[in-house]
């Protein structure tokens, strides 16, 4: 039976190549495009997946409000895992890791300066799944001075003898390190990514008792089915206890002092599986996801599929015309309806299969374009294969009976004496309100689809078009920016080298980009000594060329200057600062004061107010600033007078050249610093827009599929309007209005709800373009432009018939 339903399945698709091929194409698309995406989303759920204790797991995190801004750091206190560790039971481990920067090896005579390093506690290896290939996890960090390194540095590093006992020296560092295991690469689900850990008892500060500073990352496991918000309300007690004590030395006020003018500071815990998704916050190990994405993304994967197999419905029942006769004969020959649902289904999966087939070749041919979209190294390899086959049988399974069951349904109904009548009647039958309502509802449904995606693409291009014009309060063309720390003493020199070159318009030190990574520095002042009133701004330390290098404007007073003495106790602030101080009129001869953490006072005196400026994501509002003089550091910012800088480039890896620094010449442009900011925003858009044009090119194989259904449906009619001196164009609008007012229903369902869309999408950022009126306008005029001219190729064939040939044909 199998075999014979096979046989006529085939028939049936042969006999009918132009629908069999709109069918399989509109599916393989549909198909191709939802296996892309849900790698897109599977890769991005399964960060930190392979942890053995991963779901017991949690990240002590540190959070504040004060006036001037909020603070949410993804990192906690030296002592923090301590203390934890001792005070509550339930805290069964305790780790911290430690960046390290990526220090400069010296190995053989040869310099290593690209592999990053992490000092981590003894029992991180316990903590974390990243097994050993060589020495014992639970000792090999217990020493000063022991690292271990991962599988492809010790190759690197030392070939093919083994690393295990060997010794790793960083230049400046007076104790080398030993190695004393060598494990597998960090996978790439993981948001921790270091090429070397070291023990945490290698650095001084790790005894810190310090509450005041936070640079340790913190972990805790956990009991097995323990909730960790119970711990979470516990932790108030422990700032109480710890911080409050070092807050009152450092601020001169106690906790409650300190919450009572509206501040609050706490410790709150992050479970490790929501870190890549979930985590907004500053200073974490690497770029993380955003959940909002993930829905996005994967709803357009459903939606894929969804109008391919809307497309397959339509395309079948109204085709039916062609079956109907065929479902008469074989009820009047006793074929019972299960039989005739069997028959349709098994075209339907037959038809899915070549879909699939085709499908699963546009999938791997389109994997590298969406890695380059996405920023993955997305990939389906040999060894995966297996184990998908048989998912992805399933998977075709599933598309072709849920794709196939209305249109099995819907045929097998048919009655013998009404189909058998033949003509008008089969045509009756197909014409009637319930299937042409149905066909209307799917057509409008995927037009919608369309137009809202391609809304909201319009909308992400708008937003980013609007950040590159938005005035950042600084100039980010032709800028400079070079890494310049390693050149120690010969800064000066290279400074004052490159300010010689006509080239060259400016040259600043620092160790404060606004754009791209820079350092940053929380920073609490108080007004005229009140230390009652407590703003927290950001500190930049600055050189005297830094407003001039970078273009920005005073608003009042003046630039740090080498003619004032007294500058280096001076600070400017930044218009925000200044008008939360409520100086924005009367900065000038102002005392600002801060406490150490040992709670030590200093006084700056305020010599300026700065334009405010972009030092952030346009996603935040601008925040209170202040800068101070600090020469001589950091990152060396050069404006040139020229957009085409190759030559000057040249000369300046010459001039680092003749340093023999230990670090190569590096270089990046501000501009790019900036666009990089934005890179998530920047793919999203690409990855809409690429959807919203396949969906709308399904949807409109679909309504082309349609056009010719109607167009033979109403051959007779198209004749005799012919004969009666109709016109093409007359015709060609006939046939085409139908088809062009339901895509007029699904702009007027799409507009609202696409706007609604996209103003949650913007709310996300400070400062954001206005959905303009256009914007949906366009999307409007683009679907029933693309709509019209799919009916009405089909249309004007129609209409061009000789209508001597169509009378005959019926």
């Known amino acids: 039976m199998l075999q014979n339903y096979f046989k006529i399945a085939w028939r049936n698709l042969a006999r009918n190549r132009a629908f069999s091929a709109i069918n399989i194409i509109g599916l393989a698309i549909g198909l191709a495009s939802c296996m892309l995406i849900s790698l897109f989303v599977l890769d991005e759920l399964s960060f930190d997946r392979f942890h053995e204790k991963g779901d017991r797991i949690v990240r002590v995190v540190f959070k504040g409000i004060m006036q001037g801004g909020e603070m949410k750091e993804a990192h906690a206190m030296p002592p923090t ?25 010296l190995l053989n005579q040869k310099l290593y300066t690209d592999d990053q390093l992490a000092f981590v506690d003894s029992n991180f290896l316990q903590v974390f799944t990243f097994p050993l290939i060589e020495g014992n996890s639970k000792t090999a960090l217990l020493q000063p001075n022991t690292i271990v390194i ?3 540095l010790a190759e690197k590093y030392y070939g093919k003898h083994d690393a295990v006992g060997r010794l790793l020296t960083f230049k400046d560092q007076k104790m080398p390190y030993t190695v004393t295991g060598v494990m597998d690469e960090m996978p790439a689900h993981s948001h921790i990514q270091f090429d070397m850990l070291a023990s945490m008892s290698s650095l001084e500060d790790a005894k810190s008792t310090s509450w005041m500073i936070s640079e340790f990352f913190t972990y805790l496991v956990l009991p097995e089915g323990y909730d960790y918000k119970q711990l979470e309300a516990k932790l108030p007690q422990t700032v109480a206890k710890y911080m409050g004590p070092q807050l009152k030395q450092a601020l001169g006020m106690t906790l409650t002092e300190f919450r009572k003018k509206g501040n609050n500071i706490g410790l709150y815990l992050q479970p490790l599986h929501e870190i890549h998704l979930h985590s907004d916050f500053q200073y974490d190990l690497g770029t993380n996801g955003d959940l909002r994405y993930v829905y996005i993304f994967g709803a357009i994967a459903i939606i894929m599929l969804l109008i391919a197999c809307i497309n397959f419905m339509n395309l079948s029942t109204a085709g039916s015309s062609k079956r109907a006769r065929e479902v008469g004969v074989r009820k009047v020959m006793g074929s019972e309806k299960i039989e005739l649902v069997a028959q349709f289904l098994m075209e339907s999966i037959l038809l899915t299969g070549i879909a699939l087939f085709l499908g699963t070749l546009i999938c791997l041919a389109g994997l590298p374009l969406l890695n380059s979209l ?19 049988l399933l998977f075709g399974l599933f598309v072709g009976v849920f794709a196939g069951s209305y249109p099995a349904f819907f045929l097998s109904s048919f009655k013998p004496i009404s189909v058998l009548k033949g003509g008008s009647a089969v045509i009756k039958l197909n014409s009637s309100g319930k299937n042409i309502g149905l066909r209307s509802g799917l057509v409008v449904f995927q037009f919608f689809i369309s137009i809202t995606l391609m809304v909201g693409a319009t909308v992400v291009y708008q937003q980013l078009k609007f950040i590159q014009n938005k005035k950042l309060g600084y100039d980010k063309d032709q800028i400079l920016v070079i890494p310049a720390w390693a050149l120690g003493k010969n800064l000066p020199v290279f400074k004052e080298e490159l300010l010689r070159d006509s080239r060259v318009s400016n040259v600043s030190l620092s160790g404060y980009v606004p754009a791209g990574p820079s350092d940053n520095n929380n920073y609490m002042i108080s007004p005229d000594n009140n230390a009652s009133q407590l703003l927290k701004t950001l500190r930049y330390e600055v050189d005297y060329d830094y407003l001039a290098t970078l273009g920005m404007q005073m608003v009042q007073g003046r630039n740090f200057s080498k003619n004032f003495g007294l500058d280096s106790t001076a600070i400017i602030l930044n218009e925000t600062a200044a008008k939360a101080l409520g100086w924005q009129d009367n900065a000038i001869g102002k005392t600002v004061s801060r406490r150490n953490n040992e709670g030590k006072g200093s006084s700056y005196h305020v010599i300026g107010i700065v334009k405010d400026f972009h030092f952030k994501s346009l996603r935040d509002p601008i ?3 202040v800068m101070t003089l600090n020469q001589g550091y950091g990152w060396m910012i050069v404006k040139t007078k020229n957009k085409e800088v190759s030559g000057l480039l040249a000369k300046m890896q010459d001039q680092w050249d003749s340093f023999k620094p230990d670090l190569p010449f590096t270089y990046s442009f501000l501009d790019e610093r900036f666009n990089e900011t934005y890179k998530t925003e920047q793919r999203t858009g690409q990855i809409l827009g690429l959807f919203a044009g396949l969906t709308i090119f399904v949807a409109c194989m679909g309504l082309f599929g349609l056009a010719i259904f109607t167009a033979e449906q109403r051959t007779k009619e198209i004749g005799v309007r012919k004969v009666l001196g109709a016109s093409v164009v007359g015709i060609v609008a006939l046939l085409s209005k139908d088809f062009l007012k339901l895509v007029c229903v699904a702009i007027v369902i799409a507009l609202p709800v696409s706007w609604w869309m996209m103003s949650r999408w913007l709310q996300a950022f400070a400062y954001k373009v206005d959905i303009a009126w256009w914007m949906l306008a366009l999307a409007s005029v683009l679907s029933v432009a693309v709509a019209l001219f799919t ?15 169509s009378l005959r044909s019926e």
Do not use: C
Request: hydrophobic letters at 50%; aromatic letters at 4%.
């Open 81 to 105: 895992a301590a203390a934890l560790k001792a005070d509550y039971p339930e805290v069964l481990e305790a780790t911290r890791l430690r960046r390290g920067g990526a220090p400069v090896v």
């Open 150 to 152: 991962t599988r492809a």
């Open 374 to 392: 996405s920023g993955k190294n997305l990939s389906l390899s040999l060894e995966a294969i297996p184990a998908l086959i048989p998912a992805l």
């Open 623 to 625: 925040s209170p600033l």
């Open 791 to 805: 009916v009405s190729f089909q249309s004007v064939k129609a209409a061009l018939m000789n209508p001597v040939k």
